[in-house]
């Protein structure tokens, strides 16, 4: 078995550095031929990992790091029948976890990529106007949710968990509902709303079950509308979306569609916590598109 692997040794607090070493350790260990794909930022990984698939010279390929790491993988795999690992070693680890995989335990991980059992799943796909192929297999943000995550990432400090922290609470006071155009299957919505997701999985931002019903093999994404609301209840109803109970609130709408086209002015998407581009952003689901060492 010749696997590629990419490690990002910053997931996790740096967990991802021992976590990857471990898993490069025990791949090793049993008789791969590893090859490391590894590099200094996620545009050196790419660059890598796009080569190793394009020319056939791996049999598999495994990310080691948090979703950042799946969705880069994915992006690398989807489509062309490589197997995807995971070694979670993330802060939120959300994919990982709804697909079932070891989380933080690099042992049983190795355990499954080397089983060599794989599950296919469905994965999201944007395709830009230049051509190029854009995928995730989480949620897409695209709401109060992804202006946070953009806030955040123009800030060098505080590091973690709580400049999002920070951004919130910079964000809260200006933030204003967004006028929305959904085309989902054809049929176009206009609302005015404080969130909309798309979910291929159900969670996001560390256990955040945003799209609680989205399912990874049926062929759907499930859209989650948060309809406009005063920024008190907005906050009331927020917090519930670590139980899913969001759900169950009047001003919160889920549809389900294979194709999904988002428009709205000053946006930008954030899929699998990654800074995915602006909106519009036209996505659909496409069945069993990665095949996940499950």
Request: net charge neutral; hydrophobic share 50%.
């Amino acid at each position: 078995m010749r696997v590629g692997v990419v490690v990002n040794p910053t997931s996790g607090k740096n967990t991802g550095a021992r976590v990857g070493v471990e898993a490069l350790t025990l791949l090793r260990a049993a008789g791969a031929e590893v090859v490391d794909l590894s590099a200094a930022d996620a545009v050196g990984a790419l660059a890598h990992g796009r080569a190793a698939v394009a020319e056939r010279c791996v049999d598999a390929l495994v990310v080691a790091g948090g979703d950042g790491m799946v969705h880069l993988g994915a992006n690398l795999v989807a489509g062309t029948g490589i197997p995807l690992g995971v070694v979670a070693a993330g802060t939120g680890n959300d994919i990982a976890r709804e697909l079932g995989l070891p989380v933080r335990d690099a042992a049983a991980a190795v355990e499954r990529i080397l089983a060599g059992r794989t599950r296919a799943v469905d994965a999201a796909r944007h395709v830009t106007a230049s051509g190029e192929e854009r995928w995730f297999l989480g949620v897409l943000a695209a709401g109060f949710d992804a202006v946070v995550n953009e806030r955040a990432n123009q800030w060098r400090w505080p590091k973690g968990r709580m400049r999002y922290n920070l951004a919130i609470v910079r964000e809260l006071p200006v933030f204003r509902p967004i006028p929305y155009a959904l085309t989902l299957d054809g049929e176009r919505h206009e609302t005015e709303a404080m969130l909309v997701a798309v979910g291929n999985g159900p969670s996001y931002g560390g256990g955040m079950r945003v799209t609680p019903d989205a399912r990874f093999d049926d062929g759907l994404l499930d859209v989650l509308v948060l309809h406009r609301l005063p920024v008190p209840e907005f906050l009331r109803v927020f917090p519930k979306v670590f139980s899913g109970g969001h759900v169950g609130h009047p001003a919160v709408e889920v549809l389900r569609a294979r194709r999904v086209t988002l428009e709205a002015t000053g946006i930008v998407g954030y899929a699998d916590g990654e800074r995915f581009g602006p909106l519009p952003l036209d996505v659909e689901a496409v069945p069993g598109a990665v095949s996940v060492l499950a």
